[in-house]
């Protein structure tokens, strides 16, 4: 059952050991690593976040305090983000070209990091063997679950974590694909970091591994009247945007940046596979 191997390939955030109790279909269970630590699933979402965004320690460096205050607003806002029509005219353009650049087989389990309300969600488990959704927002987890079908529901694992610390198996994934996340992410070790963990999750080229990216753009004709760095409102949620050679250099550093587009003007789209090990190509 694809569900029990999606859950299968669940870590635990801070010892990236295996987690056991939870066959990826009960709404609720308790996943539990060997070394003792435990972690709730509720409502079907898995609650694997590293203890400084559970609350379990006193971390309150500036990136933890960003991404706390982000994971509010998000929950805060998943009804007023769902009812914006720009963000839905933009979708409709830019998941015919993701998909053309990220090339989902029905074989391919994929990981969809910050999968956000799931508005690209739908389309990407119709196109593959099985799926699992990340994001840190569980009000947004929650309403992303009511976008897919029962039959859809069946191939699909949600899972309320970081992605600087994705607690998810290496080399799992056919697919891999994070789409206008990581200009939220604060630090740019926090970045690395998780650009880092998607590419531990994707399979190697020789299996088949495959990426696709998108993150905000810099340059003209939005570098006229806006700025590069700093704060949404509402909720002061984080942000930076990249020139394509910024973005580049940065997603490269992981992966094999096969091409880039700026047809989505405000994002940037790449697309790739895994570096070979140690930097080589395979």
């Known amino acids: 059952m694809i569900l029990s191997e999606l859950a299968g390939l669940l870590r635990c955030p801070e010892t990236g ?5 939870w066959d990826g279909s009960a709404p609720d269970a308790t996943l539990t690593s060997a070394s003792g630590r435990s972690y709730s699933v509720s409502g079907g979402i898995a609650n694997l976040l590293p203890d400084s965004l559970r609350g379990t320690d006193a971390d ?3 990136e933890t305090t960003e991404k706390r205050t982000e994971m509010a607003a998000r929950d805060a806002q998943t009804t007023s983000y ?3 029509l720009g963000l839905k005219l933009f979708t409709s353009v830019e998941l015919p070209l993701t998909l053309s650049y990220l090339r989902p087989e029905p074989t391919d389990l994929m990981l969809e990091g910050g999968c956000g309300t799931g508005r690209m969600t739908p389309a990407f488990v ?18 992303a679950q009511t976008k897919l079908t029962p039959e859809q529901r069946a191939k699909v694992i949600f899972i309320q974590a970081d ?6 198996a290496s080399e ?28 531990r999750a994707c399979k190697p080229r020789t299996a088949g591994g495959r990426f696709a990216i998108s993150a905000y753009r810099w340059g003209p004709p939005l570098s006229w009247s806006s700025q590069k760095e700093g704060h949404h409102e509402p909720g002061h949620i984080y942000f930076i945007r990249k020139t394509q050679a910024e973005l580049k250099a940065e997603v490269g550093a992981h992966f094999e940046v096969g091409g880039a587009t700026e047809k989505l003007i405000y994002y940037h789209l790449l697309w790739g596979r895994k570096k070979g090990r140690e930097g080589s190509r395979e």
């Open 126 to 143: 119709d196109r593959v063997r099985g799926l699992v959704c990340v994001d840190f927002s569980r009000a947004s987890l929650e309403v």
């Open 17 to 21: 050991e295996a987690l056991t109790g």
């Open 163 to 168: 992605l600087s610390r994705l607690p998810l």
């Open 82 to 84: 769902d009812g914006m």
């Open 60 to 62: 309150d460096s500036a």
């Open 172 to 199: 799992s994934f056919e697919r891999v694909g994070s789409f206008g996340v990581y200009e939220h992410i604060p630090t740019p070790e926090a970045r690395a970091g998780a650009l880092g963990h998607l590419a």
